[in-house]
């Protein structure tokens, strides 16, 4: 079925679905089961709307994305989440970046570049695919940082969160459906009856929904730069399976981009370690003295 918008509107209706299930049986069984309560508030809406609008960027360009390009190169063609979190954080947050850290996303730049010329002297490059890659990494970033802005509105509840962004998306995904013509293309499915298919497709939404629940969760939890880089981790591992899965082979300079990003993040993420220890030693001896000077 050639209509990832599609599959992506039923498994945000699912995972909305299951949220209101979950609420009400924590209502009928308490004793069994912990939810909150959903009450669909407008104002919470409104509030969450900015975060839904990103979601469903973030989605649909991942989804394009893998469409036009082929899993193993999925990696390198997402490869820019750590640099636009940087130039995000910059302009968004008005924090400063270290030369280390600019110079690891240097590194992640190259690796990227080197990634998209081994891809065209393969033949399979898809221009539109890395375009649609690029953005789905500008929209990754997004989605982290708007993530941790907006649980306040909802007192940090992730379950609730959850329910409301799939709640919106659902329906911003609807004319995005009608936009990209995959309306006629679901009507048409030869499959659309088949009981099979939907339980796949019910499968997927239950999966989503595990997912949108541990991804709110990790940002609520650490940070969207932790979140940004644990996720470079996942599309490694999935690079690797990839590969191995569709027994492709893949040249050394090939190999050597995905090294070159991995390396990348791999020294942004330390830089930030050390710089955050650096922070915490500092501001833990800004205290003592501070009590010092007190007592």
Known sequence: LEAPLF???FQCLVTTSLCVLMSALSIMAPFIITFPRIQVSLGVLKQVFP?????VGMISFNNLCLKYVGVPFYYVGRSLTTV???ILTYF?????TSVKAVTCCAVIIIGFLLGVDQEGVAGSLSVVGVVYGVLASLFVSLYSIFTKKVLPVVDGNVWLLTFYNNLIAAFLF???MYCTGEIPIVVGYKHLTDHVFWALMTMGGACGLAIAYITVLQIKVTSPLTH???GTAKACAQTLLAVTWFHEVKPTLWWMS???VLLGSAGYTRVKQQEMLRAHQEATVSKRDEDKTTA
């Open 7 to 9: 599959v992506t509107c």
């Open 51 to 55: 975060l839904s609008f990103i979601f």
């Open 84 to 86: 636009f979190n940087v």
């Open 92 to 96: 968004l947050l008005h924090q400063k």
């Open 174 to 176: 609807l004319p995005l």
């Open 228 to 230: 940004n880089i644990s």
């Open 258 to 260: 995905n090294v070159i």
